[in-house]
């Protein structure tokens, strides 16, 4: 029986012997994608070369690539646990042609890998396929050419409701490339109830489909036609965990070697013996998913992707708090996924502190609340009588307890009690909105700039140079001219012009004619060409005129002493903080340089000064900076690093700095460190849970900032009278004479109080029996007024008391009722009366309550009313 391993690399081995580039699989946060919460499909990292807008060194290619679907439009979250085959986390085996072969060769591959001896040696009775209706070219194909027989080649139309929106119909977006696809099933066997695709029983465990090839032909536009693409293209996908349930012989995705192992670990770790427990494949499916999701860089947050993350891991948290977990266990399932997942855990391994981390501290905030949470679902529960629970108490589990809605679905799900998730939704709009946060990843294809054109970058050599106008775009558009005031993106056959790229802005400066002026703000890439994006000044410019580029180079300089600074920050990090850094984003200006890295602490003022000095130390060492060119993986494998969500190309750039540093970098860079001159820390704070972020600046500009520091502290010392010896002693000596003033002065506001309170208690009614007080004063602070009351009710006995302050042009509100009289008169609802006479609000106690309010000129018949009420509530008692 092939392993869940064995047959990810059989898989790689065939199309790599059928010409194709093994790719290894992106990063599941996708690399400059608007339109995606998280990977979730093999094409996802080749979508800009079948779009046009990229070109690779081949023309083929093969991944296993990690995929999450748990978020957004795409989102098996509630399905995890419950079936055979839905995962928040899954390998997708594929195969990509890019204008190379089409249909023909892309039906006869995928019949070879399943089918053939040599290789996964499938029953060919046991498969069956599915076409687009129209789609004779396949129909032919499988039946004349591979030999299904015709009845078990299946053509399924438009099933949903529109043209082109078929189960064999796929799409990129609502505009794009799109075309017919061939879905390749397995049928398990007659004793396992279900349909062939199509049939009313589709939804059955009986056919699995295993494979699906989509063959790229059209280009759907804004109206909905369809415009046949110039190079039609071929893009499959393979569920590893589908196939490999298939070939280990089980019908179920979780009875696999890998699902095997994670769930006997995640019970052993739990200490329970039901292996069969849907909470155990609850909590293998989400390690899974969790893990590498933190290895790509996501961080637990309240919104967006950590706000997906959050809820998975609390959701496989609550699923251990059902098996009985007694300690926090989640955490320590990595080191057994690592083992399950073999090379493609090699990245995992390498941040398997910070991942362990991550998920410990996160399990151990929830678990302070889960208790509670449980406790009042639990208690609510009881009272339902209609088989729905209140939207209101999900929402409060929800605001109060952090119950993501689908938690709470869960345990309602096991007492068959649903949620009026309408009401949920209304309570809770806002925050919904960030697990939702894929609804706006939408983009326009059709309006993207698309540019077979390849500028030459000459950057790194050259800050000024000759060029021709290759193209200019103004709002997507293309023109042939602009004139002055027009804004426009200019696309040049070469260039100086560094485009934004790896955290560094895009290069500043001017585009030139004898005529004409072209002031360029910012540089940036679409696809292999280089957009120069700013307005012509003066004169006029064309497709075709030949033109001087040149980068204002002051500007340059001090981006290339930050960008250089960054590495030497990292490297630092790493050496004094541990390896587990690694950059999670960055952004490299000429005014500062921005780090953001993975760490679970805050990072004293000690450290930050022994960072500061290795930086520095460094500098002073004026280290050569070197480039060298060479291929990918001889590059990873000399131990560079590289940037957290860059693309690379096959020839990357190495950039050295000494024996201090070694990443892949295609910014541009100083010479030597020495030319950085000087390296200063502006701040250091937290932007997520478990991400740091260093604020930096170089040069002159650190220089700068090491001056002003000084003139602040010198300003003190002048205010305070001390010098740079003194000064801490001084500082201590004021703060403390601060402390015993404040505490003199709140000892003179209670004499203060007890002496005012004498003063009212000429100002007391007798009603009834009961003390009557409603007294306005001034000058008294609102927290004083507390001490007033209680002054106050410890002299009367019984009473109700009403101060109102007034300070400011503000209304401070107190009232105080005695513990005998709170039967018959309430201070919050006095206090909160009051207040909406004065325009104000408050509340509270029963016995003591506050409030405010800003219009003083009806206080006066405000206080006269409110003291009529209660003269006849106090008669009546």
């Given at each position: 029986?092939?392993?869940?391993?064995?047959?990810?690399?059989?898989?790689?081995?065939?199309?790599?012997?059928?010409?194709?580039?093994?790719?290894?699989?992106?990063?599941?946060?996708?690399?400059?994608?608007?339109?995606?919460?998280?990977?979730?499909?093999?094409?996802?990292?080749?979508?800009?070369?079948?779009?046009?807008?990229?070109?690779?060194?081949?023309?083929?290619?093969?991944?296993?690539?990690?995929?999450?679907?748990?978020?957004?439009?795409?989102?098996?979250?509630?399905?995890?646990?419950?079936?055979?085959?839905?995962?928040?986390?899954?390998?997708?085996?594929?195969?990509?042609?890019?204008?190379?072969?089409?249909?023909?060769?892309?039906?006869?591959?995928?019949?070879?890998?399943?089918?053939?001896?040599?290789?996964?040696?499938?029953?060919?009775?046991?498969?069956?396929?599915?076409?687009?209706?129209?789609?004779?070219?396949?129909?032919?194909?499988?039946?004349?050419?591979?030999?299904?027989?015709?009845?078990?080649?299946?053509?399924?139309?438009?099933?949903?409701?529109?043209?082109?929106?078929?189960?064999?119909?796929?799409?990129?977006?609502?505009?794009?490339?799109?075309?017919?696809?061939?879905?390749?099933?397995?049928?398990?066997?007659?004793?396992?109830?279900?349909?062939?695709?199509?049939?009313?029983?589709?939804?059955?465990?009986?056919?699995?489909?295993?494979?699906?090839?989509?063959?790229?032909?059209?280009?759907?536009?804004?109206?909905?036609?369809?415009?046949?693409?110039?190079?039609?293209?071929?893009?499959?996908?393979?569920?590893?965990?589908?196939?490999?349930?298939?070939?280990?012989?089980?019908?179920?995705?979780?009875?696999?070697?890998?699902?095997?192992?994670?769930?006997?670990?995640?019970?052993?770790?739990?200490?329970?013996?039901?292996?069969?427990?849907?909470?155990?494949?609850?909590?293998?499916?989400?390690?899974?998913?969790?893990?590498?999701?933190?290895?790509?860089?996501?961080?637990?947050?309240?919104?967006?992707?950590?706000?997906?993350?959050?809820?998975?891991?609390?959701?496989?948290?609550?699923?251990?708090?059902?098996?009985?977990?007694?300690?926090?266990?989640?955490?320590?399932?990595?080191?057994?996924?690592?083992?399950?997942?073999?090379?493609?855990?090699?990245?995992?391994?390498?941040?398997?502190?910070?991942?362990?981390?991550?998920?410990?501290?996160?399990?151990?905030?929830?678990?302070?609340?889960?208790?509670?949470?449980?406790?009042?679902?639990?208690?609510?529960?009881?009272?339902?009588?209609?088989?729905?629970?209140?939207?209101?108490?999900?929402?409060?589990?929800?605001?109060?307890?952090?119950?993501?809605?689908?938690?709470?679905?869960?345990?309602?799900?096991?007492?068959?009690?649903?949620?009026?998730?309408?009401?949920?939704?209304?309570?809770?709009?806002?925050?919904?909105?960030?697990?939702?946060?894929?609804?706006?990843?939408?983009?326009?294809?059709?309006?993207?700039?698309?540019?077979?054109?390849?500028?030459?970058?000459?950057?790194?050599?050259?800050?000024?140079?000759?060029?021709?106008?290759?193209?200019?775009?103004?709002?997507?558009?293309?023109?042939?001219?602009?004139?002055?005031?027009?804004?426009?993106?200019?696309?040049?056959?070469?260039?100086?012009?560094?485009?934004?790229?790896?955290?560094?802005?895009?290069?500043?400066?001017?585009?030139?004619?004898?005529?004409s002026i072209f002031n360029v703000t910012d540089s940036q890439k679409y696809g292999q060409s280089i957009g120069h994006i700013g307005s012509l000044l003066k004169g006029q410019l064309n497709v075709g005129d030949k033109i001087t580029a040149a980068i204002d180079s002051e500007l340059r300089a001090r981006i290339r002493r930050n960008h250089s600074a960054t590495h030497l920050l990292q490297a630092a990090l790493q050496r004094i903080l541990g390896e587990h850094i690694a950059q999670k984003g960055s952004l490299v200006n000429d005014g500062y340089l921005r780090f953001d890295f993975s760490h679970m602490h805050a990072i004293d003022a000690a450290k930050i000064q022994e960072i500061e000095n290795l930086v520095n130390q460094q500098i002073r060492r004026n280290l050569v900076v070197s480039i060298e060119l060479m291929p990918i993986e001889q590059a990873k494998n000399s131990g560079?690093?590289?940037?957290?969500?860059?693309?690379?190309?096959?020839?990357?750039?190495?950039?050295?700095?000494?024996?201090?540093?070694?990443?892949?970098?295609?910014?541009?860079?100083?010479?030597?460190?020495?030319?950085?001159?000087?390296?200063?820390?502006?701040?250091?704070?937290?932007?997520?849970?478990?991400?740091?972020?260093?604020?930096?600046?170089?040069?002159?500009?650190?220089?700068?900032?090491?001056?002003?520091?000084?003139?602040?502290?010198?300003?003190?010392?002048?205010?305070?009278?001390?010098?740079?010896?003194?000064?801490?002693?001084?500082?201590?000596?004021?703060?403390?004479?601060?402390?015993?003033?404040?505490?003199?002065?709140?000892?003179?506001?209670?004499?203060?109080?007890?002496?005012?309170?004498?003063?009212?208690?000429?100002?007391?009614?007798?009603?009834?029996?009961?003390?009557?007080?409603?007294?306005?004063?001034?000058?008294?602070?609102?927290?004083?007024?507390?001490?007033?009351?209680?002054?106050?009710?410890?002299?009367?006995?019984?009473?109700?008391?009403?101060?109102?302050?007034?300070?400011?042009?503000?209304?401070?509100?107190?009232?105080?009722?005695?513990?005998?009289?709170?039967?018959?008169?309430?201070?919050?609802?006095?206090?909160?009366?009051?207040?909406?006479?004065?325009?104000?609000?408050?509340?509270?106690?029963?016995?003591?309550?506050?409030?405010?309010?800003?219009?003083?000129?009806?206080?006066?018949?405000?206080?006269?009313?409110?003291?009529?009420?209660?003269?006849?509530?106090?008669?009546?008692?």
């Amino acid at each position: 029986m092939k392993s869940t391993a064995e047959i990810r690399q059989m898989f790689l081995d065939f199309f790599h012997g059928k010409g194709h580039e093994v790719v290894e699989s992106s990063s599941l946060v996708p690399h400059n994608d608007p339109t995606l919460l998280f990977t979730n499909a093999g094409m996802n990292q080749f979508k800009d070369v079948f779009l046009g807008m990229d070109k690779r060194s081949y023309s083929r290619a093969t991944t296993s690539q990690r995929c999450v679907r748990a978020g957004g439009k795409h989102n098996d979250l509630d399905n995890v646990g419950y079936t055979a085959r839905h995962h928040t986390f899954f390998e997708m085996l594929g195969n990509f042609s890019f204008g190379d072969y089409f249909k023909r060769d892309a039906i006869h591959f995928a019949w070879e890998l399943l089918t053939g001896e040599g290789w996964l040696n499938l029953p060919k009775d046991k498969l069956l396929v599915t076409v687009y209706a129209t789609d004779d070219e396949a129909f032919n194909i499988w039946a004349n050419e591979i030999g299904v027989p015709s009845e078990r080649i299946i053509r399924i139309g438009d099933n949903k409701g529109a043209p082109y929106a078929s189960d064999n119909f796929w799409q990129m977006g609502d505009t794009g490339p799109c075309g017919p696809c061939s879905e390749i099933f397995y049928d398990h066997g007659d004793h396992i109830w279900g349909g062939p695709p199509g049939s009313a029983e589709e939804d059955g465990d009986r056919f699995i489909e295993i494979w699906n090839i989509v063959f790229m032909q059209f280009n759907r536009l804004p109206d909905g036609s369809m415009e046949t693409l110039p190079k039609p293209s071929v893009d499959t996908g393979m569920g590893l965990e589908r196939i490999s349930a298939v070939l280990q012989h089980v019908n179920s995705n979780y009875d696999i070697d890998l699902f095997k192992r994670l769930i006997k670990d995640t019970a052993q770790i739990i200490g329970v013996d039901d292996l069969e427990s849907k909470s155990l494949r609850v909590i293998a499916d989400h390690i899974r998913s969790c893990a590498f999701l933190i290895a790509d860089g996501v961080m637990p947050s309240n919104e967006g992707r950590g706000y997906v993350l959050r809820r998975i891991i609390r959701r496989a948290v609550r699923h251990g708090n059902m098996l009985g977990a007694k300690e926090i266990f989640f955490y320590k399932l990595v080191t057994s996924l690592i083992n399950v997942m073999g090379s493609a855990a090699n990245h995992l391994a390498k941040v398997q502190k910070l991942v362990e981390e991550t998920l410990k501290v996160e399990e151990e905030q929830f678990l302070k609340t889960l208790e509670r949470g449980l406790l009042l679902l639990d208690q609510e529960l009881k009272k339902v009588s209609n088989h729905q629970l209140s939207g209101d108490v999900a929402f409060k589990l929800y605001d109060t307890f952090g119950f993501p809605l689908d938690l709470t679905a869960d345990v309602c799900r096991e007492k068959n009690i649903t949620i009026d998730e309408a009401r949920f939704n209304q309570c809770m709009d806002v925050q919904r909105q960030r697990s939702r946060e894929s609804d706006s990843f939408t983009v326009d294809y059709s309006s993207a700039i698309k540019l077979d054109a390849k500028t030459e970058f000459l950057g790194y050599e050259m800050a000024e140079s000759t060029a021709t106008v290759v193209a200019i775009f103004q709002k997507g558009t293309k023109v042939d001219t602009i004139k002055p005031g027009e804004e426009s993106v200019i696309i040049l056959d070469k260039t100086p012009f560094y485009a934004e790229s790896g955290g560094q802005v895009g290069d500043k400066g001017l585009i030139t004619t004898p005529i004409s002026i072209f002031n360029v703000t910012d540089s940036q890439k679409y696809g292999q060409s280089i957009g120069h994006i700013g307005s012509l000044l003066k004169g006029q410019l064309n497709v075709g005129d030949k033109i001087t580029a040149a980068i204002d180079s002051e500007l340059r300089a001090r981006i290339r002493r930050n960008h250089s600074a960054t590495h030497l920050l990292q490297a630092a990090l790493q050496r004094i903080l541990g390896e587990h850094i690694a950059q999670k984003g960055s952004l490299v200006n000429d005014g500062y340089l921005r780090f953001d890295f993975s760490h679970m602490h805050a990072i004293d003022a000690a450290k930050i000064q022994e960072i500061e000095n290795l930086v520095n130390q460094q500098i002073r060492r004026n280290l050569v900076v070197s480039i060298e060119l060479m291929p990918i993986e001889q590059a990873k494998n000399s131990g560079a690093m590289a940037l957290f969500g860059e693309k690379y190309d096959d020839i990357v750039r190495v950039l050295t700095m000494g024996d201090f540093s070694i990443e892949l970098c295609g910014g541009t860079h100083v010479e030597r460190t020495g030319d950085i001159g000087f390296f200063k820390i502006i701040s250091e704070s937290s932007i997520a849970s478990g991400v740091r972020r260093i604020e930096a600046t170089t040069g002159q500009m650190a220089v700068d900032l090491v001056h002003d520091d000084d003139n602040r502290l010198n300003g003190i010392m002048s205010i305070i009278k001390a010098d740079k010896i003194n000064l801490i002693p001084r500082l201590s000596q004021l703060v403390e004479q601060t402390k015993q003033l404040e505490k003199e002065i709140e000892q003179l506001k209670s004499i203060q109080a007890a002496q005012e309170s004498v003063q009212l208690i000429n100002q007391v009614e007798v009603i009834n029996g009961k003390k009557l007080l409603v007294a306005k004063i001034y000058g008294t602070e609102a927290k004083i007024l507390r001490q007033m009351i209680d002054d106050l009710k410890n002299q009367l006995k019984s009473a109700v008391i009403i101060l109102a302050a007034i300070n400011d042009d503000k209304i401070s509100l107190a009232v105080g009722v005695t513990n005998d009289l709170t039967a018959y008169v309430k201070a919050g609802i006095l206090a909160a009366k009051l207040a909406d006479r004065v325009g104000g609000k408050g509340g509270g106690r029963p016995d003591f309550a506050q409030a405010g309010g800003t219009n003083i000129s009806v206080l006066p018949n405000a206080l006269s009313s409110i003291k009529d009420d209660l003269v006849n509530e106090l008669k009546a008692i």
